[in-house]
T-cell receptor
Framework: DAKTTQPPSMDCAEGRAANLPCNHS???????VYWYRQIHSQGPQYIIHGLKNNETNEMASLIITEDRKSSTLILPHATLRDTAVYYCIVREKGSNYKLTFGKGTLLTVNP | EAQVTQNPRYLITVTGKKLTVTCSQNMNHEYMSWYRQDPGLGLRQIYYSMNVEVTDKGDVPEGYKVSRKEKRNFPLILESPSPNQTSLYFCASSQQGFGNQPQHFGDGTRLSIL
């Protein structure tokens, strides 16, 4: 199974773009990259996912490198409410749809 | 509003007293799952269900039971709770589909077993 590596923490100024990196060098061709976040002890919240093309939705943008070995989640205008742990997940092969959460990146948005 | 609802949100109980944590989703999702979250260990899958009457073990199923009699409900049963089951529990659901459907999580249930 592909594993992911994320920095343990990052800071961002309110109103600026937050760029969260993720390495997944062993990803295979049919595995998706997902991003979730968890605010304090709330339930994880889905943000975005992609296979190989860049994706954008109302919350964020996902940039996946051409070789698919890394990706970046971009929050274009971070707010204080975006302070959370962000998880980059590669969905495991198989049929149980399990999400394997690593330690994630604690993003702190500062005023 | 599309949501996954867990009850109770908080529970303090004693060792050996059977308890059930309910989970209900209103999105007609086929797939449902239970996770527990512990400090330093992240979220770990307990059980999952691909559809009604279809359940299977996740990574940490010991001490837990589940049932899926209806599509919308997926209760987690602790027949004889022990202190090592003190944890934060999350239920999740998603549509079936080549595994690329996002999962929706409930707000969590914090269990303390004394």
């Amino acid at each position: 199974d592909a594993k992911t590596t994320q920095p343990p923490s990052m800071d961002c100024a309110e109103g600026r773009a937050a760029n969260l990196p993720c390495n997944h060098s062993t990803i295979s061709g049919n595995e998706y990259v997902y991003w979730y976040r968890q605010i304090h002890s709330q339930g994880p919240q889905y943000i975005i996912h992609g296979l190989k093309n860049n994706e954008t939705n109302e919350m964020a943008s996902l940039i996946i490198t051409e070789d698919r070995k890394s990706s970046t989640l971009i929050l274009p205008h971070a707010t204080l409410r975006d302070t959370a742990v962000y998880y980059c997940i590669v969905r495991e092969k198989g049929s149980n749809y399990k999400l394997t959460f690593g330690k994630g990146t604690l993003l702190t948005v500062n005023p | 509003e599309a949501q996954v609802t867990q009850n109770p949100r908080y529970l303090i109980t004693v060792t050996g007293k059977k308890l059930t944590v309910t989970c209900s989703q209103n999105m007609n999702h086929e797939y449902m799952s239970w996770y527990r979250q512990d400090p330093g260990l992240g979220l770990r899958q307990i059980y999952y269900s691909m559809n009604v009457e279809v359940t299977d073990k996740g990574d940490v199923p010991e001490g837990y039971k589940v049932s899926r009699k209806e599509k919308r409900n997926f209760p987690l049963i602790l027949e004889s709770p022990s202190p090592n089951q003190t944890s934060l529990y999350f239920c999740a659901s998603s549509q079936q589909g080549f595994g690329n459907q996002p999962q929706h999580f409930g707000d969590g249930t914090r269990l303390s077993i004394l």
